[in-house]
């Protein structure tokens, strides 16, 4: 077994086979949206030492995904304006965080900056940014939690989901994969880490429209929360190596761990890869978690009660959308 081929055949065969629409009918209008992201933010153009297209793009699929909550919840215009944006500095700053977190080494500095300090509860860990990265996060999270504070009608359910998220990411960076991990408590780290932010951007966005519409906070909640496992599993099974490669934890991996706990016990990397493809092909982990994440995302959207124009096209830009993540 080939794991990305299998992955990529198992996803988006179950994929279609639940009804939803084929990623290579809406490859071109998701490719046009990236496009027509803002082009001119003048916090971008100013950032020093950072690829200004790369954190473009990023910003670009926050407010992609923002703007298609809009539209599934019923935002005016004016208000999906607002709600993408956030949206959009909202995933740039947390990949930012991720990025100097897992791959710069920089949890400690990271976490411990000023604009974190009402997650840390600790006034003995308040830094300034020493880094151009660290101060762009660091006036992002100032920007974001500031939109929460003024413009969130259930501000308090966000905030709580934003600090577990922070906790989070702080543990998944400085836990490596070993024989003795907690992999309950694992698990859902990597839950609160990959898919919570999109139950965050939705939650958010569905907050804007309204404060009292308990039936569509709920369902968009469950729209995010599904969306989430869907990005979450597309980019694990993706990094699955990379990952194995700097011991960093994985949803593949920790399954595979529940499955046979001495598998990373032992140092032959040939060996863990050849007893990591045995427990995926014998548990059928591709095939499973497919199924249980499309009809958990085709479900919730069906709640939703959409027009059918309005939710073919939605759900044909997020398989492209997933199709473009899996190949990036």
């Not at 809009?70 to 607002?82: D, H, V, W």
């Not at 996060?137 to 308090?156: H, P």
């Not at 024989?179 to 780290?189: E, G, P, S």
Request: charged residues 25%; contains cysteine; aromatic residues 12%.
């Amino acid at each position: 077994m080939e794991w990305h081929r299998h992955f990529q055949t198992v996803f988006f065969k179950t994929w279609l086979n639940a009804g939803l629409p084929d990623h290579e009918n809406f490859l071109s209008p998701y490719y046009l949206i990236l496009e027509e992201r803002n082009k001119n933010l003048e916090w971008i153009d100013n950032s020093a030492g950072i690829d200004h297209r790369r954190l473009y793009d990023v910003y670009g699929f926050g407010a992609t995904v923002g703007k298609m909550f809009g539209a599934m919840f019923g935002l005016t215009a004016e208000q999906i304006n607002c709600t993408s944006d956030w949206c959009g500095r909202f995933n740039l700053g947390i990949s930012l965080f991720d990025y100097i977190s897992d791959e710069l080494d920089g949890v400690t500095s990271v976490s411990s900056l000023k604009v974190f300090q009402p997650f840390t509860k600790d006034e003995n860990l308040v830094a300034n940014p020493s880094t151009s990265a660290e101060e762009l996060v660091s006036n992002l999270a100032a920007s974001v939690l500031q939109d929460v504070e003024n413009f969130c009608s259930n501000k308090n359910v966000l905030l709580k989901l934003l600090q577990q998220m922070f906790e989070a990411e702080d543990f998944i960076s400085t836990t490596k994969l070993s024989t003795h991990a907690d992999l309950t408590k694992i698990n859902k780290a990597l839950y609160l880490k990959s898919a919570g932010p999109f139950k965050a951007m939705a939650e958010y966005t569905a907050s804007i429209k309204t404060a009292d519409d308990f039936i569509l906070l709920r369902n968009a909640s469950a729209v995010g929360n599904a969306l989430g496992h869907c990005y979450w599993l597309i980019d694990d099974a993706k990094d699955v190596w990379d990952d194995l490669e700097a011991g960093q934890w994985n949803v593949f991996l920790q399954m595979a761990a529940e499955k046979d706990p001495l598998i990373f016990s032992t140092q032959n990397d040939a060996e863990k890869k050849e007893r990591l493809h045995n427990c995926w092909e014998q548990s059928d982990h591709a095939e499973i978690m497919s199924g249980q994440i499309i009809k958990e995302l085709a479900d919730a959207v069906g709640r939703m009660e959409l027009p059918d124009d309005l939710k073919n096209h939605t759900l044909g830009i997020i398989s492209a959308s997933l199709w473009q993540w899996y190949h990036s």
